[in-house]
C-alpha cells in the first residue's frame, strides 16, 4: 500500500479505512465533522486477509493513529482480518464496524482483537467520532452537534481515486475536495494577552473537566447502546432510555411517549425519574395545540424537535402562556427538549426530556440525549424487525361497538349498502383507507365521509365509479393500521356494529380494545380464534423492504397499488394517484418509480 508523498502534520490524526468506500462514507463524513485535522488512508475491500496482507505489507507503525475496519470487507473469515490488522498496526486502536444483526457481531470482532465496535447504522452518528477521538486523546473542532448527528451518508459521497490503493484525503482544504466550511475551535478558549494568569489557569480547569465529562459520556453511550441493541423487547428499551438518560448531569425528568396519528393524546409509555408531571398535564393535541403547548405535543404535530431553552418566569426568553410550563416549574424543571425518536424514516415514538437549569440542551449534554435518542431508534427498528421476521400466525379478534360514533361503526350504522375495506394503511402519521362499494353508491359514501369529523379527505377514484379513498383519524382503524392488522369484515346488528379484525399472534387484546374505544364508542370483544399461517419469511422480507424505502416513497408507492395504478387494466393513472397524494403528477412519478427501482432491488439482488 503506498502512501504517496502527502506530507503529514504533526498535529493531525491519521486513520485508516479499511473496506467498502460506500459503507464507509458515513465514518468517513463522522470523523471529519468531528476531528480538528485529520487525514484519512482507504485501503480498498481486499478478497481475504492474505490478499490484505500481500497489498499492504506492514506499514510503518509511527504514521497511523487509529484503524477502522467493516467488517464485510472480506468475505472470508473476518476474524483473520482482524487479527491481520492488529498485528500490522500493533500501536494502534482497532475499531470494528459491524452488522446487527450479522453473521460477524460484536463479541465476536472483540474475541478477534478489536479495540472496540461500532454499529454500521450508527456510523453516520457524532458519538462515533468522539469516541475515537477520546480514544486518542483529541480535540475535536467546533463543528455543529446536530450537524453531525444529522448528516446522511449519500450527501457526501466517499470519492477514491480508482488507480492508487491507501491514497490520503486531505481535510484542510489543499486537496481535490473544495475547502471544507470549518468552525473556530472553542473548545479551548484563549486568555487575553493582559488577562491574570489565575484566568487562564481556570480556564483551562473548565476545559478539562469538560474532557473528563465527556469522556465519561462517551463510555456511557456504549454501554447504554449495547443494552437497547441487545434488549428483548420494546418495553425494555424504551425504559432503559429514560432512566439513562436522567443518570446524566442536569437531567430531571425524561419521558417516552406515542401517539397513533398526529390527531392523537401522547400514551406515556416509560419514564425516569418523578411522574408527578405527566399526572397533571395534557398531551391531547385536541385540547392543547398551538404554540403554547406542551414540547411533546408540538413534536408530535410538526414532527420536528422542539427545544425550550428556559422556563424561568421573568426571563426575557421564556415562553409566555401554557399551563404544563407552570407545573414543569413547580417539578423542579428548567428547561425542555422534545424529539422524534425515529430511524430511516420509521417513528417510533416521542422522548421528551426536562433539564434542571435553563439552557443545558444547548451544550454537550443536548448531544448526549440525542445519540441515545437515535441508538434507541435504531434499537426499536432491529426489534420490530426481528419480531415481524419471528412472526408465523395471526389471531382473528371480533369487537362491538354499541354506542356508534366515530367513523367505522357509523357507516356501518348509516348505510344499508355491503361496504368493505381492501387496502388500510398508515403513513407519515395519516391513515388510508380504499373502500368498495356497490355500482351507483359511491357517491353517496362519499358524501357522507366528508361530512364526518373524523374524515380528512375522501374522493372517488376516477375511471373507478366502485372506490373511494379516505384519509381519516378513526380511532378504529387508525389502531388496525398501526397494528398492521387487517379488517375482515363490519356489519350492523340489533346489539350494535360487529367488526372482524385479524392481528399478529403477541398483539395485547385489551389494549387495542381499550383504543379502539378511545372516542367512546363502548367497544368490547366477543371472540377470538387462533389461524395457522406459515407467512413468516414473507413477513420478514416484506418488512425489510418497507425498511428500504423512504417514508414518502413507501407511501406513494402503496397508494399507487392502493388505488389500481398496477393492475392489469389500470383504471388509475399517475394523475390520479398524485391527486390522493396532493402532489405534482411529476412528483409522484419520481417517487414511484424510484421505490420501484428499490423493490426490485430487494427481490432480485438478494
Known sequence: MTDGNAVRSPSSTEILLVGDADRLAPARSTLQDVFEEVQLRF???????????????????????????????????????????????????????VDDPGAFGAEAALDA?????????????????????????????????????????DDDAFDVPDATEGEREPTDGHGDDPPRERASNTSRPTAPSDAPLRDVDRTRDVDRTRDVDRTRDVDRIRDV?????????????????????????GMAFAWFGAAISEYSAIAPRAWGGDGEYLGRVSVDPTENDGPTAPPA???????????????????????????????????????????????????????????????????????????????????????????????????????????????????????DVEVTIDQLYKSENRTRAFLSVPDGHAAAIERF???????????????????????????????????????????EREDGVHFTVELSTGTDVDRVRSLFDSAGDDVSVLARRHVDDSRGHEAGFAAGLERRLSATDYEALRTAHAAGFFDETRPTGMAAVSDLLGETTQETERRVRSAEARVFDALFDR
Open 43 to 97: 485501503q480498498r475491500r481486499p478478497s481475504s486477509a492474505t490478499s490484505f496482507v500481500q497489498a499492504a505489507g506492514r506499514p510503518p507503525g509511527d504514521e497511523l493513529d487509529c484503524v477502522v475496519l467493516d467488517a464485510a470487507a472480506v468475505d472470508e473469515d473476518p476474524a483473520a482480518l482482524v487479527r491481520t490488522l492488529g498485528d500490522a498496526y500493533a500501536d494502534a486502536p482497532l475499531y470494528v464496524v
Open 449 to 491: 365521509a366528508n361530512r364526518h369529523s373524523a374524515v380528512v379527505a375522501s374522493q372517488t377514484l376516477p375511471a373507478d365509479e366502485e372506490r373511494v379513498a379516505v384519509v381519516t383519524r378513526d380511532p378504529i382503524l387508525e389502531t388496525i393500521a398501526s397494528e398492521d392488522g387487517a379488517l375482515r369484515g363490519f356489519d
Open 225 to 249: 447502546e449495547n443494552e437497547l441493541v441487545q434488549a428483548d423487547s420494546r418495553e425494555a428499551i424504551e425504559q432503559a432510555l429514560c432512566e439513562h438518560i436522567t443518570e446524566l448531569d
Open 297 to 415: 405535543v408540538r413534536t408530535l404535530v410538526s414532527g420536528n424537535t422542539t427545544e425550550v431553552p428556559t422556563l424561568v418566569p421573568g426571563t426575557a426568553d421564556v415562553e409566555v402562556g401554557g399551563e404544563w410550563r407552570d407545573v414543569a416549574v413547580e417539578c423542579g424543571f428548567r428547561s425542555a427538549l422534545s424529539l422524534p425518536v425515529a430511524f430511516d424514516g420509521v417513528h417510533h415514538g416521542i422522548l421528551t426530556v426536562y433539564g434542571d437549569e435553563p439552557g443545558v440542551f444547548q451544550d454537550h449534554q443536548g448531544t448526549v440525549v440525542r445519540e441515545l435518542a437515535t441508538t434507541a431508534a435504531y434499537a426499536l427498528d432491529t426489534l420490530e424487525e426481528r419480531e415481524a421476521g419471528a412472526e408465523t400466525s395471526t389471531f382473528v379478534a371480533e369487537f362491538l361497538a354499541t354506542t356508534p360514533r366515530t367513523f367505522l361503526p357509523s357507516l356501518a350504522a348509516s348505510t
Open 113 to 153: 482483537g478489536a479495540t472496540d465496535v461500532v454499529r454500521h447504522q450508527l456510523t453516520s452518528r457524532s458519538v462515533f467520532g468522539h469516541r475515537l477521538r477520546d480514544a486518542l486523546g483529541q480535540d475535536s473542532h467546533a463543528a455543529s452537534a446536530d450537524t453531525a448527528s444529522d448528516r446522511r451518508a
